[in-house]
């Protein structure tokens, strides 16, 4: 009897220890893409990288990517722009406001809005925006597209933020008779300003690295973007490396991968800038729980 | 009176943290009502995407029939002979769709990414939230946001020049010449192609769905009430057996809630698929390995062409299409949303993982 037990714990240790081991081989299979993808793209880019890459235009299959880096970077202040102050002030009331059923049917769709697929929202775009309004392929679609599928990630995390503002700091401005809309912008917004900075890095990062919602609106131009809303087609990062890397060309390709290392090189910064400033409020916190 | 218990409950929840006294501000005053009416913004762009997708689609759902769903053809027609008018909907000579392949390839794609998704996302979850240090758990998930954070061209340029052809060369050629002659083995057996097809999609989709699921279940885990499980390692389990007793019944309900919102992503990922699928139409893979599409891969790579059929129901039946993904995602989500509300307390990421 007892010698049935010892061996029947000893199964259970062995059992373990290989859960352990499985779980552990898991959690490496887990990281290494994300490695292997990184080391992949930027081992491909960059022997054959020079700055022209950067300050030329594209020309044909060949050429830079200027014309695309600004096209990204005036799309992604856009969306920043319209997206941002959206998702911040849906935040503001879905956490302030909202109540009972209208809170959760509105929270609701915005969480809904973000499963949507990325291309139904581009088709959407292009039927409306591109064509319905006849704005063309253009900066104004391209933003306005992308601006619906990023809004729900700032909505989210704003929501989220000023929820975990500590009562007290409200009710201690209160008692000092601050007006509402004082508290609102002096004790709520800054308390919570590190939840929303990093909500905005999200959907920073999200803007830089989509590629269907844009296809089909903001269109591409080899030509640096016009500073107009309507029928000024740009370039943008993703677009090279979705039109460029099965090109026969061995500097298409190149771009391809160019424009890859570039977009990962930004999430990798984004990543390390959101990680810097949880670390930084972690450190100069007042609610230290 | 039923809904003032809930209020009440409401106002009494955690959730009314950080809430300021709005009463005194007025329901009129205008942060109230613009920040209300931002609020209003994906209820009424949801709306839009429905109605303007089912407008579009409509001449096309009218001339497609039910055959669209149980067909297989995607044949455009003639952009060349005379258009033809059949059922009020004018359309070009012998144009004939059907999208099962596209459903089909979008749903098992999706499945097979599954297989591969959860166990390595729920035993890395496992592993980080029970044995590593904290410090070290800070930068796991820092991998999971850059996993998450990764373009999806990006995932599709791997796939297409680095990992498909690594596996076509090296691996499935292996698996292929011994896999047996039964059951679902035998669609393992066959050509192997040149690593463009549905199974290094598959595998592409489960490494972009990871982050989803993994990170829900790391904190859901964090989650599970300490005492239980002290309990249990009292009653003298072992670290596995209180996971699978304890810990496992507690966060089942979240962690099935993120598998369906991660199938529900895999379902409605374009570019990726688009790079790796090689999008063949009007036909089935004839073994894993084959190639194939899926409906958002082929709206992303037809809409180009279909934009010049002069009659428009190519445009209009990939709406369709699209009027299916969007219905399909849609019922995902709103499932995944509806049951993690109903049992656990957490709620769900949204979109990638957030």
């Known amino acids: 009897m007892s010698q049935d037990t010892s061996r029947h714990s000893g199964n259970r240790k062995l059992i373990n220890l290989a859960v352990i081991v499985l779980c552990s081989i898991a959690l490496v299979l887990v990281i290494a893409p994300s490695i292997w993808i990184v080391l992949q793209v930027i081992i491909r880019a960059l022997p054959h990288f020079s700055w022209s890459v950067i300050t030329q235009n594209g020309v044909g299959l060949g050429g830079g990517l200027k014309n695309e880096i600004v096209g990204t970077a005036t799309i992604t202040t856009g969306v920043m722009v319209v997206a941002g102050s959206i998702g911040i002030l849906s935040g503001i009331y879905l956490s302030q406001f909202a109540k009972g059923r209208t809170a959760v049917i509105l929270r609701s769709s915005s969480e809904v809005l973000a499963g949507i697929p990325s291309i139904v929202i581009g088709y959407i775009g292009y039927t409306a925006l591109v064509v319905g309004l006849h704005w063309g392929f253009s900066l104004g679609a391209g933003l306005l597209t992308l601006s619906a599928m990023v809004v729900p990630y700032i909505a989210k995390t704003t929501e989220v933020a000023l929820r975990q503002v500590p009562t007290a700091y409200i009710e201690g401005a209160e008692a000092l008779g601050f007006k509402p809309t004082r508290i609102l912008t002096r004790i709520s917004l800054k308390t919570a300003l590190p939840g929303i900075a990093t909500g905005l890095i999200v959907a920073l990062a999200i803007s830089i690295g989509e590629t269907a919602p844009l296809l089909y609106t903001a269109g591409y131009s080899q030509n640096l973007p016009k500073l107009a809303l309507t029928h000024s087609p740009l370039g943008y990062l993703t677009y090279a490396v979705w039109t460029f890397y099965n090109q026969p060309t061995v500097a298409a390709q190149r771009l391809s991968f160019d424009a890859a290392m570039l977009l990962v090189i930004f999430v990798l910064a984004l990543i390390a800038i959101s990680r810097l400033i949880v670390a930084f409020t972690q450190r100069h916190s007042e609610a230290k729980r | ?354």
């Open chain 2, 1 to 354: 009176m039923a809904t003032s218990v809930v209020e009440d409950a409401l106002a009494n929840s955690p959730d009314d943290h950080g809430k300021f006294i709005p009463a005194k501000l007025g329901r009129w005053s205008p942060i109230t009502v613009i920040s209300a009416l931002s609020t209003c913004v994906p209820l009424l762009v949801l709306i839009g995407i429905l109605t303007i997708l089912f407008k579009k689609a409509y001449p096309a759902i009218k001339y497609n029939g039910g055959g669209f769903l149980i067909g297989r053809n995607w044949r455009p027609g003639n952009f060349y002979a005379n258009p033809v008018t059949t059922n009020g909907v004018q359309h070009p000579l012998l144009a004939s769709y059907g999208a099962l392949p596209l459903i089909i390839g979008t749903l098992e794609s999706s499945v097979i990414a599954l297989i591969f998704a959860i166990p390595l996302s729920v035993g890395a979850a496992v592993i980080v939230a029970k044995k590593l240090h904290p410090r070290l758990r800070g930068f796991v998930g820092a991998f999971l946001e850059l996993l998450a954070g990764i373009p999806s061209v990006v995932f599709g340029l791997w796939g297409a020049l680095t990992l498909g052809p690594l596996l076509s060369r090296d691996i499935y050629p292996v698996i292929a010449s011994h896999a047996p002659n039964i059951f679902i083995l035998k669609y393992f057996r066959g050509s192997t192609g040149a690593g463009e097809g549905l199974l290094t999609s598959s595998l592409i989709l489960g490494i972009m769905i990871i982050p989803i699921i993994a990170s829900t279940t790391r904190d859901l885990i964090a989650q599970v009430p300490r005492l239980a499980e002290e309990g249990a390692f009292a009653l003298g389990m072992t670290e596995w057996e209180v996971t699978r007793k304890v810990t496992f019944p507690w966060i089942s309900a979240g962690v099935i809630g993120a598998t369906v919102l991660g199938f529900a992503r895999a379902l409605g990922e374009t570019m990726a698929v688009a790079m790796v699928s090689g999008v063949v139409l009007g036909s089935y893979p004839t073994n894993i390995y084959g190639t194939f599409t899926t409906i958002a891969a082929t709206i992303v790579s037809q809409l180009d062409s279909a934009l010049t059929d002069a009659t428009g129901l190519a445009v209009e039946t990939l709406a369709e299409a699209a009027l299916i993904l969007m219905l399909i995602t849609l019922l995902a989500n709103v499932g995944a949303r509806l049951l993690v509300r109903r049992v656990a307390s957490t709620s769900l990421p949204i979109g990638r993982g957030v």
